[in-house]
């Protein structure tokens, strides 16, 4: 009884207190609080999260699956026959690893890579013994022009694989046309790419790109990528090139738009010296500044991409350094017509510099889905009165049992270098005939083709052979295979040789192949997601000899036999990589008086993904 009166008076008390406390307007402050006890658990005070993370993942999956207009690709809405085109899109180009776009145009049966070195240094594509005469370049539709110190032909180092989205090759029997495409991102999603790549001689490299669309028809790109490779002991020099890429675009309904592009690469290249006593600089080095400008208009009936179309092009060309300044203008219209099974096409140039004029009709057609053909006829008007004319003609069938079969014609007169004054127009005369069989183990491409006597153009940046000799009319055979014994194993490549012996400029006996074991792991990532390459490849050719000396004195070529090895791996859009090249440690060059370094690496990681 008396501990209940007392707690009851204590009680009382404590009521008074706080009673007193209210009345004179005042809060006793509070009991400061006691430490925890060791090992004793602190209750979060943090504020609970007032995100719903559940709707925030289904919104970015809606905007990752919600597919919005884009201006289509120049080029993409013509036929071709078969085996007339090669196409490296994202994921391929992912697959392949290719370092440049040299290292991808090398892939290409018949195609002989003049490569300076190793990374950083040129890489010039030659077909069949023509040099600088044999590769064309496109850039979204419009012709790209060598500029600056070469102008005679392009140096493909300019633009990274990291800023183009996607590569066309059109093989003619004595050309290659290769057609470059920067990123259409078509997600309401933004979607970014990053790499690091790391290797040999301190060698480093940046990638990043941006693009995103917006709701009211505005879109835009960005990109950059850097790459350097310090000045090391020996004779490689130095190398450094920023690239940029910015690309805007509006399209106020998915049947019309406008875009507007920048390109940019900025390289500084240091001449490469001899390793022996052939002479004493053998690469004269580059050092700009290459700006490419876009401004295009597009207008097309039908959303589908069929019906007439027509694209308005205005673009910019420039090369700038301390020594030099240079510039080509170029204003032109690309539209055309196309059905289900036929397409009608006309594209004109008129440019500030060295062809004034250039006109082009082409045309296709198919059959079902057994023939087709297509058509070109061009027309081009250069400085100094020159013309030149050309038709190209190509017919196709795609038989029963995986067979497919390919015949192609030119004939006409045309310039090789067109910012010679000097140079004269010659005749063209090319033929081809194609066969081929794809199946899902096995494949293979025979082909045989004829060219006429042609005089091309040696590559400016190599100063050991400073002259092609004229090829004269040959032949050429081409096989290409592909065996799949297991579908983790794969072995595939090609052979181009002359069938005339001693001609010059290209090597006899060239062949590329790789074995590739592939395995995704099905058992443990049933989704597919993971996927390892392991790759070992070779290059050979035999003796040639490439060139002439100013006195006639042959330039030889000695056989030689690079071996590449390669390991990916990637989970869906990420991957990490490691590529060795030469591991035989050949010192036998791609390109006379130039020895490539031995055993060199790389090895970075490369990540594309919606925002």
Do not use: C
Not at 143 to 158: E, F, K, W
């Amino acid at each position: 009884m008396r501990s209940l009166l007392r707690g009851l008076v204590g009680v009382g008390l404590a009521g008074l207190v706080s009673g007193a406390g209210l009345l004179h307007g005042q809060n006793p402050p509070p009991p400061p609080p006691l430490p925890p006890l060791p090992g004793a658990v602190v209750r979060d005070t943090v504020e609970a999260d007032t995100v719903d993370r559940t709707a925030r993942l289904l919104d970015v999956a809606s905007a990752a699956s919600t597919v919005t207009p884009v201006l289509p690709t120049i080029g993409t809405e013509r036929l071709f026959t078969p085996h007339a085109l090669i196409v490296f899109d994202q994921d391929s180009i992912d697959w392949t690893n290719a370092e440049t776009v040299g290292d991808l145009v090398a892939r290409v049966p018949g195609v002989f890579l003049w490569r300076g070195g190793w990374l950083n240094r040129a890489e010039m594509p030659s077909f069949r013994g023509r040099g600088a005469s044999s590769i064309s370049w496109w850039l979204d539709g419009v012709p790209l022009l060598p500029l600056g110190p070469d102008s005679v032909s392009l140096d493909a180092t300019l633009f990274p694989l990291s800023l183009l989205e996607r590569v066309e090759v059109e093989r003619l029997p004595g050309e290659v046309r290769v057609h470059l495409y920067t990123p259409r991102h078509a997600r309401r999603a933004p979607r970014s790419r990053i790499g690091v790549a790391a290797g040999d001689f301190e060698i480093a490299r940046f990638q990043g790109r941006l693009e995103r669309r917006g709701e009211e028809g505005f879109g835009f790109g960005i990109g950059v990528d850097h790459i350097s490779l310090p000045a090391t002991v020996g004779p490689l020099g130095s190398y450094e090139n920023n690239a940029s890429w910015f690309q805007a675009s509006y399209l106020p309904n998915p049947r019309m738009g406008v875009l507007l592009q920048l390109y940019q690469s900025r390289p500084e290249r240091e001449p490469q010296l001899a390793f022996g006593s052939l002479v004493d600089t053998i690469d004269p080095g580059v050092d700009g500044n290459r700006t490419d400008l876009l401004l295009r208009g597009h207008w097309r009936r039908q959303e589908d991409g069929l019906g007439p179309r027509l694209d308005l092009i205005l673009s910019r060309s420039s090369w700038s350094s301390d020594s030099l300044n240079q510039g080509i203008t170029q204003i032109g219209a690309i539209g055309g017509w196309r059905s289900t099974n036929t397409h009608l096409g006309f594209s004109g140039f008129a440019r500030s510099d060295r062809t004034p004029l250039d006109l082009r009709l082409t045309g296709g057609a198919a059959r079902g889905r057994i023939l087709s053909a297509t058509a070109e006829a061009a027309f081009q008007r250069h400085d100094g009165g020159r013309t030149a004319r050309w038709l190209l003609v190509r017919v196709g069938a795609d038989l029963p049992l995986g067979f497919t079969a390919a015949g192609v014609l030119r004939t006409g007169r045309v310039l090789a270098v067109p910012s010679d004054s000097a140079d004269l127009v010659q005749s063209v005369s090319e033929r081809s005939l194609t066969a081929g069989w794809e199946s899902k183990g096995a494949g293979f491409e025979v082909e045989y083709a004829h060219t006429g006597a042609f005089r091309g153009r040696a590559f400016q940046q190599f100063l050991t052979v400073p002259a092609l000799s004229p090829v004269p009319a040959a032949d050429w055979i081409t096989f290409r295979g592909r065996v799949a014994p297991k579908q983790w194993l794969t072995l595939e490549g090609w052979v181009s040789d002359p069938v005339q012996k001693g001609i010059e400029g290209t090597p006899p006996e060239h062949m590329v192949g790789t074995a590739t074991i592939r395995s995704k792991f099905l058992r443990t990532f049933r989704s597919g997601i993971f996927d390892l390459k392991l790759q070992v490849g070779f290059e050979r050719w035999g003796q040639a000899v490439m060139g002439r000396l100013e006195d006639g004195t042959a330039i030889v070529l000695p056989s030689a036999t690079h071996v590449r090895a390669q390991i990916q791996l990637q989970f869906d859009s990420f991957i990490a990589f490691w590529d060795r090249s030469n591991l035989q440690s050949t010192e036998n060059g791609f390109v006379p008086g130039f020895r490539p370094p031995s055993i060199t690496s790389t090895f970075g990681v490369r990540w594309r993904f919606l925002n």
